[in-house]
């Protein structure tokens, strides 16, 4: 089979003006970004229209470091709808350059089941992770002019800072840095350091916004430090918001680009699930929900993380809910939970896969605890034998839930018609009625000790020093109302990578806390989780380059 970029380069891309067609937008509506891309007004939203037409969700078991294949799944389904005579959408987070130029890749889809043009989407696309960029460190260069500016000083306590810097690249020398450094001219000396642009709180405001007028509120609520006397400082108090915004003025608007197969797809945003909450942004899919019958969109890495948060935050300020949910399941997966070494990944073994199971057994029971019956979608792979998948699926049949063997990554919608139409009967006869794990009224520490025990299955939860101290402070400015966003591994269910399958008896320990005050929640970071990842030993980037014809390689 050839490699994703091929199928990508050789597929016959239609005008985006056609695929506006199949959504009845008005070439009038369109903001071209060249002839396959477009950006689409916030205007096109229809609240009542959102309230008839369904949501699928789809997320998936603890994946291996190469992913499970929402993205793929998730364009699959929507072909394979399609297909079947249905109106669908697909509404996507937008790929970040860290994983692209580092270990995992691009995030278009796989195979046949790809949203093109991948080479623009994988690389600076329409540029808004640009715009989240240039936001992010205009505030930032805000923070220090004000430290600079003694005339018109807040007067900052330089030590309570929390805002970084943020850069689109896998780049760990810059996690922990000083600026400042020179004369008395080029600033205060002070330690900083750099996130990765999805995990900027910018980025999830911008996912989480319903239109300007509640960009800008959010924006202005950005938790920046304190002064002097311990008074709590926010962007609004340096005058950041307004020029902010403009920046954003086009990131705001979500994008239209197509599947291999020529049908829509909406890209917006771009969080990631492990430091933030891991989905596209509100505004596409309610557009998506707007502008056709189905929209079908995904939560990043495993149910731990992207559902709950799904679910927890993204619902929850929305409004939105899913009437179906896609568990995605490999059998690779199940033979790495089931103690198979990298390795032995593509080597059969229904020993490994039958031990493995249990993984997928937890992600399953946390869709009913949500109020959920989940579909698992089984993404094939060639070395996949029949024992193993018949072992998922008797698995899955205990569970009292259906597992559909799934061909969209060599085949395309044609590979995805079974899990289509079994969506449609689900969402039909019995669909999803969410129900969210907390609200408001419980504790910071009641929020955390309900997701730790009830979504990872640990035992206990226990704070650190720093963050216990740090729980006084939520308390005293008044964030502990808001949802938490759990930045954790996605490679285990607890919050230590090297326990996969399903671990018990576990304890979690929460070292600090991050704020997300503007987005409207708070971050426990649990274990050794970075905000800025590092390069592998061999990085994507040494195998991609492009020709005096400008056609690119080496992406995936």
């Given at each position: 089979?050839?490699?994703?970029?091929e199928?990508a380069?050789?597929a016959?891309i239609?005008?985006?003006?056609?695929?506006?067609?199949?959504?009845n937008?008005?070439?009038d509506?369109?903001?071209?970004?060249?002839k396959y891309k477009?950006k689409?007004?916030?205007?096109l939203?229809?609240?009542e229209?959102?309230?008839?037409?369904n949501?699928?969700?789809?997320t998936?078991?603890?994946?291996t470091?190469a992913g499970?294949?929402?993205?793929?799944?998730?364009?699959?389904i929507?072909?394979g709808l399609?297909?079947?005579?249905?109106?669908a959408?697909?509404?996507l987070?937008?790929?970040?350059?860290g994983?692209?130029f580092?270990?995992?890749g691009?995030?278009a889809?796989?195979?046949?089941s790809?949203?093109?043009?991948?080479?623009d989407?994988n690389l600076?696309?329409?540029?808004?992770f640009?715009?989240?960029?240039?936001a992010?460190n205009?505030?930032?260069?805000?923070?220090?002019?004000?430290?600079?500016?003694k005339?018109?000083s807040?007067n900052?306590?330089p030590?309570t800072?929390v805002w970084?810097?943020?850069?689109?690249l896998?780049?760990r020398?810059?996690?922990?840095?000083?600026?400042?450094?020179?004369g008395?001219s080029?600033?205060?000396p002070?330690?900083?350091?750099?996130?990765?642009t999805?995990a900027?709180?910018i980025?999830?405001i911008l996912?989480?916004?319903?239109?300007?007028?509640?960009l800008k509120?959010?924006?202005g609520n950005?938790?920046?430090?304190?002064?002097?006397?311990?008074?709590?400082?926010?962007a609004r108090?340096?005058?950041a918001?307004?020029?902010?915004?403009?920046?954003?003025?086009?990131?705001?608007k979500?994008n239209l680009?197509q599947?291999l197969?020529?049908?829509?797809?909406l890209?917006?945003g771009?969080?990631?699930a492990s430091?933030?909450q891991?989905?596209n942004?509100?505004l596409?899919?309610k557009?998506?929900?707007?502008?056709?019958?189905?929209?079908?969109?995904?939560?990043?890495?495993?149910?731990d993380l992207?559902?709950e948060?799904f679910?927890?935050?993204k619902?929850?300020?929305?409004g939105?809910?899913?009437?179906?949910?896609?568990l995605?399941?490999t059998?690779?997966?199940m033979?790495?939970?089931?103690?198979a070494?990298?390795?032995?990944?593509?080597?059969?073994?229904a020993?490994?896969?039958e031990?493995?199971?249990g993984?997928?057994?937890?992600h399953?029971?946390?869709?009913?605890?949500?109020?959920?019956?989940?579909?698992?979608?089984?993404?094939?792979f060639?070395?996949?034998?029949?024992e193993?998948i018949q072992?998922?699926?008797?698995?899955?049949?205990?569970?009292?839930?259906?597992?559909?063997?799934?061909?969209?990554?060599?085949?395309g919608g044609?590979?995805m018609?079974?899990i289509?139409?079994?969506?449609?009967?689900q969402?039909?006869?019995?669909?999803g009625e969410l129900?969210?794990l907390?609200?408001?009224?419980?504790?910071?520490?009641?929020k955390?000790?309900t997701?730790a025990?009830?979504v990872?299955?640990?035992?206990?939860?226990?704070?650190?020093?720093?963050a216990k101290?740090?729980l006084e402070?939520?308390?005293?400015l008044?964030?502990?109302k808001?949802?938490?966003c759990m930045?954790?591994?996605?490679?285990?269910?607890s919050d230590d990578?090297?326990?996969?399958?399903?671990?018990?008896?576990?304890i979690?320990?929460?070292?600090?806390?991050?704020?997300?005050?503007?987005?409207g929640f708070?971050?426990?970071?649990?274990?050794?989780?970075?905000?800025?990842?590092g390069?592998?030993?061999?990085p994507?980037?040494?195998t991609i380059d492009i020709?005096a014809?400008?056609?690119?390689?080496?992406l995936?």
């Open positions: 089979m050839l490699p994703d970029i199928i380069q050789s016959a239609r005008h985006i003006k056609e695929i506006a067609r199949t959504l937008v008005s070439n509506d369109l903001e071209y970004y060249g477009a689409l007004p916030l205007n939203i229809d609240e229209k959102i309230k008839q037409h949501l699928i969700l789809v998936a078991v603890t994946p470091p499970e294949g929402k993205t793929t799944m998730t364009v699959g929507t072909d399609n297909k079947i005579g249905k109106k959408v697909a509404v987070r937008e790929p970040s350059l994983p692209v580092g270990m995992k691009g995030a889809g796989g195979g046949y790809q949203i093109i043009p991948m080479e989407i600076h696309f329409t540029g808004d640009s715009a989240v960029e240039k992010n205009l505030l930032s260069a805000l923070i220090d002019n004000n430290l600079q500016n005339k018109r807040l900052i306590d030590r800072i970084k810097r943020v850069m689109d896998n780049d020398a810059l996690r922990h840095i000083i600026i400042g450094l020179g008395s080029d600033g205060m002070r330690q900083d350091g750099f996130n990765i999805p900027s709180e980025m999830a996912c989480l916004s319903e239109g300007m007028d509640d509120q959010r924006l950005i938790y920046i430090g304190t002064t002097m006397k311990g008074k709590p400082v926010f108090d340096l005058n918001v307004g020029a902010l915004a403009v920046l954003l003025k086009d990131a705001i979500p680009v599947t197969e020529g049908n829509p797809a890209l917006h771009g969080p990631f430091i933030a891991g989905t942004s509100v596409a899919t557009m998506g929900l707007s502008l056709s019958e189905y929209a079908v969109t995904e939560a990043g890495f495993g149910a992207g559902a948060k679910f927890d935050i619902c929850a300020y929305s939105l809910k899913p009437k179906a949910v896609v995605v399941a059998v690779r997966a033979r790495h939970h089931g103690g070494k990298k390795d032995e990944y593509n080597s059969a073994s020993k490994h896969v031990k493995g199971l993984n997928l057994g937890k399953i029971e946390n869709m009913f605890l949500f109020g959920y019956k989940p579909v698992v979608a089984i993404n094939y060639p070395g996949d034998t029949e193993e072992l998922i699926k008797d698995f899955c049949s205990n569970y009292g839930v259906e597992a559909i063997v799934c061909k969209g990554f060599a085949q044609n590979g018609t079974e289509a139409a079994a969506l449609v009967k969402i039909q006869e019995e669909p129900k969210p907390y609200n408001g009224h419980h504790s910071m520490e009641e955390i000790e997701i025990t009830k990872y299955g640990a035992s206990t939860v226990e704070y650190s020093v720093k101290a740090q402070q939520i308390k005293e008044g964030f502990d808001m949802p938490v930045a954790k591994t996605p490679k285990s269910l990578e090297r326990k996969t399958g399903r671990p018990k008896g576990f979690i320990t929460v070292r600090e806390f991050e704020y997300a005050t503007g987005a708070v971050i426990p970071v649990l274990g050794e989780m970075m905000r800025m990842p390069l592998p030993n061999i994507a980037a040494e020709d014809n400008g056609k690119i390689t080496g995936s």
